[in-house]
Structures are given as structure tokens and as C-alpha cells.
């Protein structure tokens, strides 16, 4: 067997060179087998540029068997920890290399492994050097060929990317499938499924009239969950089409679902490997939140086709060239198909939660990092949803006519290439005439910005001033930082509700400011003080500090014309509310509601003509994640118990008005629409809210909710609530339901996720329980995030115990891990490296916990990387 490569050193962005030689095609036979598949790689092979550098190729976790050139055997060949070293070559050459490899004993998920009883690979970022020897690197493309032989009974169904262009039977009960991929593409694009599976065929006629095939796999017996995925799949490439002018290019489109699986899904050119948590779903077994889930994934994936695969990265330091854009692309998606306000609402909601958290921790990076140790480790947060938001930033300087002359142009300059994010940014500065010469510093810098406004009304002259400073603090990546192109969207107000007028000396200003200066000041023309909101719709990624008074907030909660400037309004509210009384509750007083927040949220309650999806987010509180990034030092107990006591004092101010809407919103059946779903998620909130009021008069209204409910969004939305009160119906609810549900992992991955949010002092005792359940395996990454990280990532009063169990368990378990699936570890260790913002004493517990886990002898390179950055912290 080859070594594992150390790859505990630094890669540097600008260090990048190109490949010594590029390989035009690359043809795949692949013959599987458990644990023996032999796999023969013939590449064309042709030096680039006058050299005599050798030809290194990597590779791990597999056996050589072989080395020929140009038909002959080749002997000028080293094996090296992670590489194949090849010298005096020719400037052209054909290479055939033929390995082994054990696709069961795969537990990393990377490369080849089989997920059940079927194949199937991950090759992003890195694993395509599990299968065979190649230059696995995303600026190498290939035309690919992909011949498939496997043994018919156990395997009839053999896929691989492209068109599918011969098959057929062979003596030994075994058959063969030959694919082509007539696109180039790099190494990490590559996907092979090998197996058993249920089929939903449809098809869609493009634009052009093109008829595509579309094919979903599932297990067998999960067919009749698979419907809405296709639905999806088919509003993604017609939305696709309208919005951006972009055209499927293969005659068939196929979606795997598989179980294990260390991602949410993956956009290999024409054959997506999915999680199965992203496809799967009818009404008794997937929520709301699951169906938005799947239409969402399913369209981000689809879209990758062009912003991905037909245009990839030169480098994975451009990794948010491909995730940002996609991930921008999805949520105009479902902001179009769905409501546009709640999904705005909701993609924030991770920025200044987890989001800001990782900018604030060891990991900090800008959305383009500068160095990388562990590329795995760079699938984060800031890469997609700040990368997200650098892209929004550019389409709202630029406008939605001038975006997509710069989508275009992009397109025009690099389809079938390897770009950069520079690339892109040149396409948009070049199609629109907008400088971006300072705006690209988003790129390059890490941390949350800071912006703090002051405001000034001079009566006389009638002038307003707006004074904005922008600051961002350091990071452990980057002491130093410059000013940013931030553009702020603001909105003036006027006593009676009305939108002032923006003017300068009588000539309009635009509502986007452009922020540029660490100082700057924008006057207006206005005959009164105005009541101002800013940041509308999130415009920039940054903190706000400006000191609004209650009463200007419940203000904009009633008037604001932007509904996310409403539901924002709110949201500081209670942030205000939250910091004033953790402060009285560490003085020793009670915690009291703020007569501005008991009167703006009471007004929302009782405003019936409120869309309902959009009232539920302006009821629901910030999540305790959220308010401790309010705070240097996060007391998490005060914060627990101050959320909890303001969600008390809130339905008591709603009073008995609460039963009266709840009983409203019921609904005789369950219906699959985004209506639907609107009232079903206020009806949950409010019961939320009815089990605070009083838990043992809810206990009754919760339990025949879940007894009597026809979906599984209301039934378990009646479990959460019963858990998060501990109301007496809770234990006989969770044990009803595992017993309805412990043969399917996917759907019991809820009953995990409930035991592990247990918000009760014997939690980590359950979850050490749970591990016991027979569908519960460390090998599955789905099983570890729903019972692990729904306790060490979503239960912070019971994880962050002053005993310090939970970081002990914690860190067991990652031990564990580092053996198992190294990918699945690093990303476990979040909450353990994430410990800036606690106080002393814990913070000493967690360092006890990562310096044990940083002694191990055998640490992988993924969790060696956010480690040994937490410790310089």
C-alpha cells in the first residue's frame, strides 16, 4: 500500500503554478469488487512549456500494479509518501496505470467506498487520488470516459458522468457500462454509482426544445420519496433559464441519493451524488424545513453545472469563485419561487450566528483564503454564505441588468476553463463600467466589519448628517485591516410613517451609500429629525452599532416599508432587551420586558393581515448562538436563562389570545404548497409560545398535536416544543416515536436530534444512551451531526456545563473520529475551537480537552489544522 501523505504543511495562494503537463483525456475501466476493484487509468499525457521537471502524480490509500508508457512497461518511476514520480518522458504519451483499492475498508467517505450495498465516490476536494494516480489538482481538465464492470445481480445499475454510450452482458454474470463525458472537467467532477436502486424517471424539455432525461436512485422502497426532488429539479432548470439564460448541455441528468455521505450533496457533471437528506421526503416523513431543504440543495447543485463545472477553479484558494456564486444563485432561487423576505431572513440568521462566530474564532479567513493546510477544512461558512454575500454586495452596486452583463461576459471569457474569483470580478467591473478596485479587498480580507453610525439634525439649516466609521478587528489570520467598498442601504422616516425623500442641494441620492472610508459622513436635505433604518435587507456583512432607542425600533417594526428592515427592527430589540438583562441578572435582579418590546411584538401578534411565514420570524427570538456575539465575554447561562424568562413574559403579555390564534391556523389536511407551510410554521411558533405561557395547561394541547397530526412538520414541531419545556407528554412522545421510526435512520435522525437538544442536566447521559441505538454509527456522518452536534452545537447551556463533561465527551469522541473519517471530526470540533467569547474557567477546560486531542500520534492533517490555531488563541 502507498504511505499517507503528510500533509501537515502549508499551501500558500500565491505560491500557485501551473501544471507541468495537462492530460487531454482520461479513459476509466473500472472492474469493482468489495475489497479488490482494479482500476486502469489511460491518460494522453503532453508536457506544457520546455522543461524536464518529472511528472507527479498523486495518490493514496491504494496499491500500483503497474506503469506502462505508450504501450510498453515504464520503470522510471518512484512511489513517494502521496505521489507517483515520473521521469524522461516524452513532450507526448500515453500513460496507463493500473491500481487496487478496497473500497469497504474506505471509512473516510473520500475516493471510492461503498455507502450500504452500493458504490459510489466523493472526490471533492481530494479524492479522486484514492482511485487512481493523477494530477488531482481542479485546473487539470480531461475529457473523461468511464467504463464500469460489475456483477449484474448485485449491481444493475452502473453510472458515471456524460451520456451513457454502449453497455452490455459478459459470460461471468457480470455486465458493463461505458459513459463519455464529451465536457473537459477536473479530477474532483468525476463520479461513479454502482448499484440496486429504485428509479423516478421524467424528462424536461429545454428552451431550444432539447429533451433531457432525468433520473433520481434511490434504495429500494423510498420511490415514492423521491417526487418532490424531481419537482425541484425541474422548477431549478426552468428558473435557470428565465433568470440567467443558462441551458442544461447533456442529454440525461442524474441524482444519486446515498446514506453515508460526509457532504449535503455534490455536482459532478451529470451524475449528483446527494445525501440522501436532501431527496428523500413525503408528508409523514420529512418536515417543512426538510422540503425547503431538498428544493433548495437540489437547485445548488443543478446550478453548478454552469457556475462550477463548465467554469472551475484554477486553485481551491478560488473556492468561493464556484460556492459563493452558486450559493447566491440558490437563494435567488428560492427567494423567487418562495418568499423573499423569509429566506432573507433566514440566510442571515446564519451570518450572525455561526457565521460571524467562525470570522471571530481561529479559523478566520477571508472568502479566498491565502494559505491552507487541510483543503477539507475550507468548505466553511465564510467561503459560502459570506462568499453569498460578497456576491449580493456586487449585484446590489451593480443592478440586476448590469449583473448579468457581467454573468455573461464571464461565460463568454471562461467557459471550459479554470478561472479565478479575480476573473469573475473583472467580468462584472469590465460589462458594468464600475470601478472594483477597492471592493476586491473583500476577497482577500478576513473578520466581521464594524459599523458605527451617528447621526446628527440641524434644525436651521435643515441638514441631516449621517456620520459612518468602519472598522474591522483583527483576526488571528490578519493583525492589519484596510477599508472596504461597503455598500449601506438606509431608508428615512419621517414622525407619521412616511419615506423621506433622499436629496443633496436638491438633487436625488441613491438609498445605497458607498461606504469607503474608515470616516465618512453623508449630509441630506430634510425638513424634520427622521427616524432612520439601516442595513436594509442585510446589504453589506457586518456588525451595526448605532444607538437606536426602543421606541425608534418599535417605530420600524410598525412602518418600515422593507419587511426585513421589520423584522430586523425586532431582532435588536430583543438584543437590547437580552444584553440589559443578563446584566441585572448577574446584579442579582429580575429579568423585566421592555415596554417597547412587549408593545412592538404584541402589535405583530395581533396584526392579522401579516403574511404568516414572515409573522412566525418576527416572533421567533434569536438563537442563543446568536446573542452570545453580542457580548465580549458570552455568560451562557445568564443568556439561556434570560432568553427563556423574555419568551415567558412575551406569551403572558399575548395572554389567553394565543389558544384563540393557534386553533386558526389548524388546517383539516396537510397540503404541499409555500402557503401551506406559512401557516404551519406560525402555528408552531405560537405553541411555542402557549407552552410558555403554562407547560402543564400545554402539556394536553402539544401531545394531540403530535397523536393526532398527518405530517410529520406539525408532529414533530409538537415533539420540539414539548422537549424544549420538558412538558410531562415529552417522554411518551419521543418514545412513540422512535418506535414508529428506529428502522429508518434518516427519519430517526429527528429523535436524535431531540435527545441531544434536551435542554436538562442528564442530556449527555441520553446521548451516551442513544449511541447504543442500533440504526446510531460513528461511520455515519448523518447519525454523528444529528445527536452529537444537536448537543455540542445547539444545546450550549448543557454543553458548556462548568463541569466541563461535555467537552470531555466531546473530545472522546473526535478521538475516535480521527481514525474513522477525519472530515467528519474537523468539522465536529467547531464548538471546541469556537471558545473566544467564554469565560475564563471554561476556556482552560477546552484547552485541556484540544491539547490531548493535539498530542495523538497519528492527528490527521484536517484536525491538526484547526488545533493548532485554536491554541495560538
Known amino acids: 500500500m502507498t504511505q499517507e501523505h503528510d500533509m501537515k504543511a502549508a499551501k500558500y495562494r500565491l505560491d500557485y503554478q501551473a501544471p507541468h503537463y495537462l492530460i487531454d483525456t482520461l479513459d476509466l475501466d473500472v472492474q469493482l469488487d468489495d475489497h479488490h476493484t482494479r482500476v486502469t487509468a489511460i491518460s494522453r499525457v503532453r508536457r506544457q512549456g520546455e522543461h524536464n521537471e518529472p511528472l507527479r502524480l498523486d495518490g493514496e490509500s491504494m496499491t500500483l500494479v503497474s506503469v506502462s508508457v505508450d504501450g510498453r512497461a515504464f520503470e522510471n518511476y518512484r512511489e513517494l509518501p502521496g505521489q507517483l514520480e515520473l521521469t524522461q518522458l516524452p513532450a507526448e504519451f500515453v500513460l496507463t496505470i493500473v491500481t487496487e483499492i478496497d473500497p469497504v475498508a474506505n471509512t473516510a467517505l473520500e475516493g471510492l467506498y461503498k455507502s450500504g450495498d452500493a458504490f459510489c465516490t466523493q472526490c471533492e476536494a481530494e479524492g479522486f487520488r484514492r482511485i487512481t494516480f493523477y494530477q488531482d489538482r481542479p485546473d487539470v481538465l480531461a475529457r473523461y470516459s468511464t467504463r464500469i464492470t460489475a456483477d449484474k445481480a448485485k449491481y444493475p445499475y452502473l453510472l458515471s458522468n456524460g451520456n451513457k454510450v454502449a453497455s452490455g452482458e459478459l459470460g461471468d454474470g457480470r455486465h458493463f457500462v461505458q459513459w463519455q463525458d464529451p465536457f473537459p472537467k477536473p479530477s474532483y467532477l468525476f463520479a461513479l454509482v454502482a448499484g440496486d436502486f429504485d428509479v423516478l424517471q421524467d424528462s424536461y424539455q429545454t428552451r431550444s426544445g432539447r429533451q433531457v432525461a432525468l433520473e433520481i436512485f434511490v434504495d429500494k422502497g423510498n420511490l415514492n420519496r423521491a417526487g418532490f426532488a424531481m419537482e425541484s429539479l425541474k422548477r431549478a432548470m426552468q428558473w435557470d433559464e428565465e433568470r440567467f439564460g443558462l441551458e442544461y448541455d447533456l442529454d440525461i441528468y442524474m441524482i444519486v441519493a446515498v446514506d453515508f455521505f460526509n457532504m449535503g450533496a455534490m455536482e459532478n457533471k451529470g451524475l449528483n451524488i446527494f445525501n440522501s437528506k436532501f431527496v428523500l421526503a413525503n408528508a409523514q416523513t420529512a418536515t417543512d424545513l426538510d422540503y425547503h431543504g431538498i428544493e433548495r440543495v437540489i437547485a445548488h447543485e443543478y446550478f453548478h453545472n454552469w457556475t462550477g463545472n463548465r467554469v472551475t477553479c484554477r486553485d481551491w484558494f478560488q473556492l468561493s469563485l464556484k460556492e459563493g456564486l452558486t450559493v447566491f444563485r440558490d437563494q ?189 459622513t453623508f449630509e441630506f436635505d430634510l425638513s424634520e429629525r427622521p427616524v432612520i433604518s439601516l442595513l436594509r435587507d442585510f446589504s453589506a456583512p457586518v456588525k451595526l452599532d448605532y444607538p437606536y432607542s426602543g421606541d425608534e425600533l418599535a417605530f420600524l417594526v410598525r412602518h ?219 461511520r455515519n456522518p448523518n447519525r454523528v451531526r444529528a445527536l452529537i452536534a444537536s448537543f455540542s452545537a445547539a444545546n450550549p447551556a448543557q454543553f458548556h456545563r462548568k463541569d466541563g463533561s461535555g467537552y470531555r465527551f466531546l473530545a472522546d469522541l473526535i478521538i475516535e473520529l480521527n481514525e474513522v473519517n477525519p472530515q467528519n471530526a474537523a468539522r465536529m470540533v467547531t464548538p471546541l475551537i469556537q471558545f473566544q467569547r467564554l469565560d475564563a474557567a471554561r476556556k482552560a477546560q477546552i484547552r485541556t480537552e484540544l491539547e490531548r486531542i493535539a498530542a495523538l500520534p497519528n492527528l490527521a492533517a484536517d484536525l491538526f489544522e484547526k488545533i493548532s490555531k485554536a491554541l495560538k488563541m
Open 560 to 778: 418600515a416599508k422593507n419587511d426585513f428592515a421589520r423584522w430586523d427592527a425586532a431582532q435588536i430589540l430583543v438584543n437590547q432587551a437580552v444584553t440589559d438583562n443578563v446584566a441585572r441578572l448577574t446584579a442579582g435582579e429580575p429579568v423585566t420586558l421592555p415596554v417597547a418590546l412587549r408593545d412592538a411584538l404584541s402589535a405583530v401578534f395581533n396584526d392579522a393581515a401579516l403574511e404568516p411565514s414572515f409573522k412566525a420570524e418576527l416572533l421567533t427570538l434569536p438563537g442563543e448562538g446568536t446573542l452570545a456575539e453580542l457580548f465580549d465575554v458570552a455568560d451562557i447561562d445568564a443568556i439561556h436563562a434570560v432568553r427563556q424568562a423574555l419568551q415567558q413574559q412575551l406569551a403572558a403579555a399575548f395572554g389567553a389570545a394565543l389558544d384563540t390564534a393557534y386553533a386558526a391556523l389548524k388546517a383539516p389536511s396537510y397540503e404541499i404548497s409555500h402557503e401551506a407551510a406559512a401557516r404551519r410554521s406560525l402555528k408552531n411558533v405560537l405553541l411555542g409560545y402557549v407552552a410558555a405561557r403554562d407547560g402543564d395547561k400545554a402539556d394536553a394541547l402539544v401531545a394531540a398535536q403530535a397523536d393526532g397530526s398527518d405530517n410529520m412538520t406539525d408532529r414533530l414541531a409538537a415533539l420540539q416544543v414539548a422537549n424544549a419545556f420538558l412538558l410531562p407528554c415529552r417522554a411518551r412522545l419521543l418514545a412513540a416515536f422512535e418506535a414508529d421510526w428506529r428502522h429508518d435512520g434518516l427519519v430517526l435522525d429527528n429523535w436524535l436530534r431531540l435527545v441531544g437538544s434536551k435542554p436538562a442536566d442528564d442530556v449527555l447521559a441520553d446521548v451516551q444512551q442513544a449511541m447504543q441505538h442500533p440504526q446510531f454509527s460513528i
Open 332 to 520: 435567488e432561487f428560492s427567494s423567487d419561487v418562495g418568499s423573499r423576505p423569509v429566506n432573507r431572513i433566514n440566510n442571515v440568521r446564519v451570518m450572525r450566528g455561526p457565521q460571524f462566530a467562525e470570522d471571530a474564532g481561529p479559523m478566520a479567513h477571508p472568502i479566498r483564503p491565502d494559505v491552507v493546510i487541510e483543503m477539507n477544512n475550507f468548505y466553511t461558512l465564510t467561503v459560502y454564505e459570506k462568499g453569498s454575500e460578497v456576491i449580493r454586495m456586487m449585484h446590489t452596486l451593480l443592478g440586476e441588468a448590469k449583473f448579468q452583463a457581467g454573468m455573461r461576459l464571464y461565460f463568454e471569457r471562461h467557459d471550459g476553463t479554470a478561472a479565478t474569483c479575480e476573473d469573475f470580478v473583472k467580468a462584472m467591473e469590465d460589462a458594468s463600467g464600475i470601478n472594483l478596485a477597492q471592493f476586491r479587498r473583500w476577497y482577500s480580507q478576513s473578520g466581521t466589519p464594524v459599523l458605527t453610525v451617528r447621526d446628527e439634525y440641524d434644525t436651521n439649516s435643515g441638514r441631516y448628517r449621517l456620520h459612518v466609521a468602519q472598522t474591522t478587528p483583527a483576526t488571528l489570520d490578519q493583525a492589519d485591516k484596510l477599508p472596504l467598498h461597503i455598500p449601506l442601504d438606509i431608508e428615512l422616516y419621517g414622525a407619521d410613517g412616511r419615506v423621506l425623500p433622499l436629496t443633496r442641494d436638491g438633487q436625488s441620492v441613491h438609498h445605497v451609500l458607498d461606504v469607503m472610508a474608515a470616516d465618512a
